[in-house]
Structure formats: structure tokens, C-alpha cells
């Protein structure tokens, strides 16, 4: 199946400062790349859609100042989490599918603390 | 009602047990559906689609039901290897965002 790729698995910072999360699509071309937030013991919760070449779509809620979402090309997404604070510890998951499928292929996540 | 439901579980079952998960879906015009399976920790991996029609895939079988809506997956002969979240997803029409249920938690003991 399709791989997706997520960098880096794992962060930890400081309250205050910014993160960036990459998700790659390895071996396909992804028009849209999705982002998910899971608290523990809660299902994926879709936070923005974003296709390659445009402004991202966020779901409400989800504040686009705070999480910056780049699709510059058809492999790679980046999230930014911007002046992280403790809550925004989560486990973060991007997916990509292409325009011939409808499944989604999931990054391996990234676990993210801010202390 | 919420989009998607699960029954949470955890359902406990011995080693070469059927067990059968249930998944109910508010909106009557999704189109799509599959299920996923996420290890602790772990992302959703696909483990497979729903076709109207029913289909199978080696010991587990995944079932629609338009008119009472709902999907079902089945699990033959469980593996300890199979204890994990069964997470149901729908698509909506129109677009590509998948709804996720909470997910039902398996536990295969020996």
C-alpha cells in the first residue's frame, strides 16, 4: 500500500515555542493531505484539509493562527503548531490520499509534549 | 446523535473465538465506509473496506446495512494478534473527510 511518512515521531519542547510536524507522501502523489489530533482514549479528531497549492480548510475549532498548515507540494504537508502550551499535547496523525482513490493512508504520527 | 457510534468494549474473547463489532451512522447519504484497526499508540492502519454487497477478507467480514445504518465486522477464529481498536470510519458525501467512530477495543487472551 501507500507509505506516508511523518517527522518527527516524537518532540517535546517548551510552552511557549513552535513546532513543526512534516508528512510526506513517499510513493504517490497526494492532492490532499489531512490532519488529526487523538487524545488518549478518544478517537481521531479531523483538524484541517489541506490541498496542494491552496489555503488549508479547518474544521471548527481548530485555530488557523495557531495551527499553520503548508501543502506546498503534492508530497508534503507541514504542521505547525505555534506557541505550544501543555494542552496541545496530543498525538498528532496526517493522512494523504490521491485524486484516483478515496482511502486514506496515515502517517505513523507524531507524540508531541509541551511541558 | 453523534455522526458516528462504537460500543467502546472492551470485548474480552478467548483465543479462536467469532466476535462481531457494530458501527452506526447518522448521516443517510454516506457513501463510504471502512474499518480501520489502530495498536496502542499506534496510527489507524486499514484493514478494510465496506462494500454494499458484503466482503470478506480472510477471517474477517465487513457488512452494510443501508437501511438500518450500520456496519458490521466480523472476526473468525480471533488471533491473539488481533486484540486492538476496530475504529469505524464514514465518508460523506461530497467530500474526502472521514468521520471516525471512538472505537471498540478487542482483547484476545490465550
Known amino acids: 500500500g501507500a507509505v506516508v511518512s511523518q517527522h518527527p515521531s516524537r518532540v517535546i519542547c517548551k510552552s511557549g515555542t513552535s513546532v513543526k510536524i512534516e508528512c510526506r507522501s513517499l510513493d504517490f502523489q497526494a492532492t490532499t493531505m489531512f490532519w488529526y489530533r ?21 474544521e471548527q475549532g481548530v485555530e488557523k493562527d495557531k495551527f499553520l498548515i503548508n501543502h506546498a507540494s503534492l508530497t508534503l504537508s507541514t504542521l505547525t503548531v505555534t506557541s505550544a502550551h501543555p494542552e496541545d499535547s496530543s498525538f498528532y496523525i496526517c493522512s494523504a490520499t490521491s485524486s484516483a482513490q478515496e482511502t486514506q493512508y496515515f502517517g505513523p504520527g507524531t507524540r508531541l509534549l509541551v511541558l | 446523535r453523534k455522526e458516528v457510534e462504537q460500543d467502546p468494549g ?9 466476535v462481531a ?10 457513501q463510504s465506509f471502512f474499518w480501520y484497526r489502530q495498536d496502542c499508540r499506534k496510527e489507524p492502519k486499514l484493514l ?29 477464529d480471533s488471533k ?6 476496530y475504529l469505524c470510519v464514514v465518508i460523506a458525501p461530497g467530500y474526502s473527510t ?5 472505537g471498540t477495543m478487542l ?4
Open chain 2, 48 to 76: 478494510m473496506s465496506v462494500y454494499s454487497s458484503g466482503n470478506e477478507d480472510g477471517r474477517f467480514t465487513a457488512q452494510l446495512n443501508r437501511a438500518s445504518q450500520y456496519i458490521s465486522l466480523l472476526i473468525r
Open chain 1, 38 to 58: 487523538q487524545f488518549p482514549k478518544q478517537s481521531l479528531m479531523l483538524m484541517a484539509t489541506s490541498n496542494e497549492g491552496s489555503k488549508a480548510t479547518y
Open chain 2, 21 to 30: 463489532f457494530n458501527c452506526t451512522y447518522s448521516n443517510s447519504a454516506s
Open chain 2, 10 to 18: 472492551p470485548f474480552n474473547v478467548p483465543e479462536g473465538a467469532t
Open chain 2, 98 to 102: 472521514l468521520t471516525f467512530g471512538k
Open chain 2, 107 to 110: 482483547l484476545v487472551s490465550p
Open chain 2, 80 to 85: 491473539l494478534s488481533d486484540s486492538a481498536t
